[in-house]
Every structure is written in C-alpha cells, then in structure tokens.
C-alpha cells in the first residue's frame, strides 16, 4: 500500500526549452515547496535559566533535504548582550544543527540552511527574563532524489486528440475541462504556485525537428482568470488546482463551447490491479522531438490507492503534471496526476491526487471569478421543448435549492403536460443537443432514468392538465449515485408520453442545468 506521504520526484512540471548559445545552463535541486503552518505563539521565559519555550518537528518522508521558510520570527531579549533567544533547527538524520538569534534571521530572510534527511527538529529556545517571542512557520522546500516517470523498460505514449485536455503555459503542464457548472478545469496545484500558469491552449501543432514548442492559432488559446484560480501545493495526495478562463478573445466562445467535451467526475475505485488507468497530456518527449510537450496519452494499471493517494503505472515526463487521471471501465476522471514514481522495472507507480481530496470537493462547491459564473444561480434552463400533439408546449422548472445537505426538497416539474399519462425524469452529467423523436433530447448519454410517473389532471378528457414532480434533493443525498455531490453539475429533462404525436410517441420538455450546492 502506497505509506500517506510518500517520497516524490522532481515536479512534472517541464520548462520551455531555451537554446540561445550565451544563455547558463543550470541545473535546480529537484524540490517542492509544500505548506506547512506551525505556529508557537507568544510564549517568555520569565524563570532564571534557559528554557525550549516551544518545539515542533517536520517529516517529509522521502526527502533527502529540507529547507525552512518563516513568516515570522520574533526573538525576545538583547543578542548583544547574549541575553538574546532563537531558534534551533536541527537535521534528524545526521544531527547537524543551525542557530538563529535576530541578526541570522535577518541576513536569512526569515529561511533556515538546507538541512539533509526527511525530518528536523525546530526549537524556540528563550534566554531568561528575555520578552516575549514567537515563531510562525509558513512552508519548508523538500528535495528528492530524480525519479522516473516511465513505467517499464519503453515510453509507450501515442498522439492523441482529445478535445478536453489543454497545454497549461507557460509553466509546461496539462489542464483539463471538467463537467461542473461553469465547465472549468482542472489541473496539478504546482502547477499554478506562483501565478505562473496564465494561458491554456488547445489543438496544439507538432513542435520543430529540435523540439521548440509551436502554439496553435489565437482562437485555440484562452486566458486564464486570476480571481477564479484555487489551489493547494501540498505533496502527493494534495496537490490539486481549480480555475477558470475568459472567453476567446477572437471568437468569443468559452473553452467547452469550442471543445465540446468535459471530463466527468467520480471518485476512485476500490484498488483493484486489474482496472486502468488512462493518462493524456503534454509531456516532454525527444523520440521524436515533434511530440515534445504535444498531447500523448497512455494507459496502464491502477496501482495503489491509500487516502487521497493514488497510483497508477501509465508513462509520464514532465509536462504531464495535472492531467487527468481517467479511469476507462469507469468513463470517469477520478483523480490528477501530480508526481513520477515509475521504474523500469514497473515495481513503483507514478502519483497523483484523488478528487475525493477535501479540500478540492470545497473548492469545487464553492467556485471564484467565472467559475462561478454560471453557478451562481445554481440552475439555467437551456435547450428547447417539443410541442405535444395538442399544441401544448411543455414546461420545465424547480422548486427549492440543489443541496448535498439541506433536508429541504428539491422538487424538478413538468407542466403544461399530456393528461393521464405517464412520463419519467432523465439525467446525464453532460448536457447535449441531440435530434429525438421529433424534438431534442438535451442530455447526453449514458442517461440516468427516474421511476416513471403519471401525470395526473383532468379525467375523461385529453388536455396538458398533467403535471410530473421528482425530488431531485433525495436522490442526491440517498448515495445511489456517487456523482451527485456538491461541485457538480448535473443535467435533467422529463420525456413524456404522446402516443398521437406525429414525429414520435414521446414528448420532451426544455432542460435545466443544476448545479449541487453544499
């Protein structure tokens, strides 16, 4: 089983290639800054000898290295009189240790020394009667050694063409298009550490003979917007990022009404070694250099699974941090590859963050900027109705709010309907536009089918008394179907009875697009 935090590679995130003869060619410590907030508060000494006011430790299994960043330190008493107190950092491996009074912390910039192995020891040590002081610490950088991302002794991607994944730049990462209300996307959260993720871009061409990157056309390019970027940077299993983009500034379509198709979301599977996992995205690649951080794709085993922890034996390279991890006998993306982890040998996976992550499920409920656009209302009506064979055109509307918790109905209605006879509610978690029966079937398949009902009204005579009504609310919250949860956005129509209609013996109401609130 794959240990909670697990020791991770150098970032999937691939920088563009530069090949100007005068440039540097350096090489940065394969490292991660991860989040870590530890705070000691405002703690004194006031005995007479020396005390540890507070202490933590910091572990990041499979590190080879650490280094420390504060947001504050606060040192009470007189340094220059050796009255003063500070901080101890101590490696746990070889028992090297650094010593912080006011004037270190200053030339440090608040950071400590790099210090070797995956665990240190940090002290607050007061000198007596020396004030107060506090440490708050804010994230540490963690080195790993350079692991492979190819599982097994060949890299066996292919070209692809799938119209939900995008090249995330200029960082050189994958985003993808998903199926929540306002169709956004998501990607690796290291991938969006320091505001560098700016711009995605479909349709993207082969690159040159050397492996320069070639950009498709303006209309295949979309800007992201800062207000709606949400993200948490944290290791294997919480490495997660959500945003959205304007639309196209030539064409004026959002990015899936270009494309046209999204990523449905779901939750892992139970680990099974017999199910695959399915990887598309932008990774570098040198055989042929045309493929270089162009879209590939490979499947391979789903390997491990512990928490929000996943693995899977698909090949990567840089490039592919972010892309969704699609489960195929599923149909389903359950999770966004983050970190290598593979061998030659196939005895490791790569890895990657479930979306049962908790703080990802937050942010999918409660989205930002034009994420939340079309959530907001929590429901748009879109498509349109047949007209019965009485003339009558059928009506679709809600009652209440979409909830993943509220105990008040949701109520879903036709009205307007076909006396007397019966009719049945119908979802999908992707909307469509699809010719049917005389009318437009709005939902796209697989569709998920309600009990039929019959719709009531006048009795004795054929007229659109009838009316339908299903509890949307406690079909969501019953957990017969894990896809209805907060954050996402599902699709619904009524199909009716109409036996006399010319084009088809059903009828068809508009569509609503609910969106699941908290």
Same mark, same amino acid.
């Given at each position: 089983?794959?240990?909670?935090?697990?020791?991770?590679?150098?970032?999937?995130?691939?920088?563009?290639?530069?090949?100007?003869?005068?440039?540097?060619?350096?090489?940065?410590?394969?490292?991660?800054?991860?989040?870590?907030?530890?705070?000691?508060?405002?703690?004194?000494?006031?005995?007479?000898?020396?005390?540890?006011?507070?202490?933590?430790?910091?572990?990041?299994?499979?590190?080879?290295?650490?280094?420390?960043?504060?947001?504050?330190?606060?040192?009470?008493?007189?340094?220059?009189?050796?009255?003063?107190?500070?901080?101890?950092?101590?490696?746990?491996?070889?028992?090297?240790?650094?010593?912080?009074?006011?004037?270190?912390?200053?030339?440090?910039?608040?950071?400590?020394?790099?210090?070797?192995?995956?665990?240190?020891?940090?002290?607050?040590?007061?000198?007596?009667?020396?004030?107060?002081?506090?440490?708050?610490?804010?994230?540490?950088?963690?080195?790993?050694?350079?692991?492979?991302?190819?599982?097994?002794?060949?890299?066996?991607?292919?070209?692809?063409?799938?119209?939900?994944?995008?090249?995330?730049?200029?960082?050189?990462?994958?985003?993808?298009?998903?199926?929540?209300?306002?169709?956004?996307?998501?990607?690796?959260?290291?991938?969006?550490?320091?505001?560098?993720?700016?711009?995605?871009?479909?349709?993207?061409?082969?690159?040159?003979?050397?492996?320069?990157?070639?950009?498709?056309?303006?209309?295949?390019?979309?800007?992201?917007?800062?207000?709606?970027?949400?993200?948490?940077?944290?290791?294997?299993?919480?490495?997660?990022?959500?945003?959205?983009?304007?639309?196209?500034?030539?064409?004026?379509?959002?990015?899936?009404?270009?494309?046209?198709?999204?990523?449905?979301?779901?939750?892992?599977?139970?680990?099974?070694?017999?199910?695959?996992?399915?990887?598309?995205?932008?990774?570098?690649?040198?055989?042929?250099?045309?493929?270089?951080?162009?879209?590939?794709?490979?499947?391979?085993?789903?390997?491990? !699974?512990?928490? $929000?922890? +996943? *693995?899977?034996?698909?090949?990567?390279? @840089?490039? &592919?941090?972010? %892309?969704?991890?699609?489960?195929?006998?599923?149909?389903?993306?359950?999770?966004?590859?983050?970190?290598?982890?593979?061998?030659?040998?196939?005895?490791?996976?790569?890895?990657?963050?479930?979306?049962?992550?908790?703080?990802?499920?937050?942010?999918?409920?409660?989205?930002?900027?034009?994420?939340?656009?079309?959530?907001?209302?929590?429901?748009?009506?879109?498509?349109?109705?047949?007209?019965?064979?009485?003339?009558?055109?059928?009506?679709?509307?809600?009652?209440?709010?979409?909830?993943?918790?509220?105990?008040?109905?949701?109520?879903?209605?036709?009205?307007?309907?076909?006396?007397?006879?019966?009719?049945?509610?119908?979802?999908?978690?992707?909307?469509?536009?699809?010719?049917?029966?005389?009318?437009?079937?709005?939902?796209?398949?697989? !569709?998920?089918? $309600?009990? +039929? *009902?019959?719709?009531?009204?006048?009795? @004795?005579? &054929?007229?659109? %008394?009838?009316?339908?009504?299903?509890?949307?609310?406690?079909?969501?919250?019953?957990?017969?179907?894990?896809?209805?949860?907060?954050?996402?956005?599902?699709?619904?129509?009524?199909?009716?009875?109409?036996?006399?209609?010319?084009?088809?013996?059903?009828?068809?109401?508009?569509?609503?697009?609910?969106?699941?609130?908290?």
């Amino acid at each position: 089983m794959l240990p909670l935090r697990t020791a991770f590679a150098l970032l999937l995130c691939a920088l563009p290639q530069i090949s100007l003869p005068l440039c540097a060619q350096s090489a940065p410590a394969p490292s991660s800054r991860l989040d870590r907030r530890m705070d000691s508060g405002v703690v004194e000494n006031d005995s007479s000898e020396r005390r540890v006011l507070a202490s933590f430790s910091i572990e990041e299994p499979g590190a080879i290295w650490m280094r420390l960043y504060f947001d504050e330190l606060v040192l009470g008493g007189d340094e220059a009189t050796g009255n003063g107190s500070y901080v101890r950092i101590t490696s746990m491996l070889d028992g090297a240790s650094q010593v912080l009074h006011a004037s270190h912390a200053a030339q440090w910039r608040n950071s400590s020394a790099y210090m070797n192995g995956d665990a240190v020891l940090v002290e607050l040590i007061g000198e007596p009667k020396s004030g107060a002081s506090r440490m708050r610490l804010a994230a540490i950088d963690a080195g790993f050694a350079v692991l492979n991302s190819i599982c097994g002794a060949s890299d066996d991607r292919v070209l692809s063409a799938d119209p939900r994944a995008a090249r995330a730049m200029p960082v050189g990462c994958t985003a993808w298009l998903i199926s929540d209300c306002g169709r956004c996307f998501l990607t690796a959260g290291h991938c969006m550490s320091g505001s560098n993720l700016t711009v995605v871009q479909f349709n993207v061409p082969p690159s040159t003979s050397s492996g320069g990157l070639q950009n498709p056309p303006p209309e295949h390019q979309y800007a992201v917007d800062s207000v709606s970027r949400q993200f948490v940077n944290g290791g294997v299993g919480n490495d997660w990022g959500y945003f959205g983009c304007f639309p196209n500034s030539n064409t004026g379509l959002k990015p899936f009404q270009a494309q046209g198709a999204a990523y449905v979301l779901a939750n892992p599977p139970a680990f099974s070694s017999s199910l695959t996992m399915r990887i598309t995205g932008y990774g570098t690649d040198s055989s042929p250099s045309t493929s270089n951080q162009v879209q590939q794709t490979h499947s391979g085993p789903y390997f491990a !699974l512990s928490g $929000t922890a +996943l *693995q899977h034996q698909a090949d990567t390279t @840089g490039g &592919n941090s972010g %892309s969704a991890v699609f489960w195929e006998q599923g149909g389903v993306a359950v999770g966004i590859h983050t970190h290598a982890g593979c061998n030659s040998t196939s005895t490791g996976g790569n890895s990657a963050t479930a979306l049962t992550n908790a703080g990802l499920q937050a942010a999918l409920a409660a989205p930002l900027g034009v994420c939340n656009t079309l959530c907001a209302s929590g429901l748009t009506q879109y498509c349109t109705a047949k007209v019965n064979s009485l003339g009558c055109t059928p009506q679709i509307s809600s009652v209440g709010t979409p909830s993943a918790t509220s105990p008040a109905p949701f109520l879903i209605t036709a009205s307007n309907v076909l006396n007397q006879k019966s009719g049945m509610l119908v979802y999908s978690l992707m909307s469509a536009a699809t010719p049917f029966q005389g009318g437009t079937l709005c939902v796209a398949s697989p !569709l998920i089918r $309600t009990t +039929l *009902q019959n719709s009531g009204g006048n009795v @004795g005579v &054929n007229n659109c %008394s009838g009316t339908h009504s299903y509890d949307m609310r406690a079909r969501i919250q019953s957990g017969l179907d894990p896809n209805l949860r907060a954050g996402t956005t599902v699709y619904v129509q009524w199909l009716t009875r109409d036996v006399a209609s010319p084009t088809g013996p059903l009828g068809l109401t508009a569509a609503l697009a609910v969106s699941i609130g908290p």
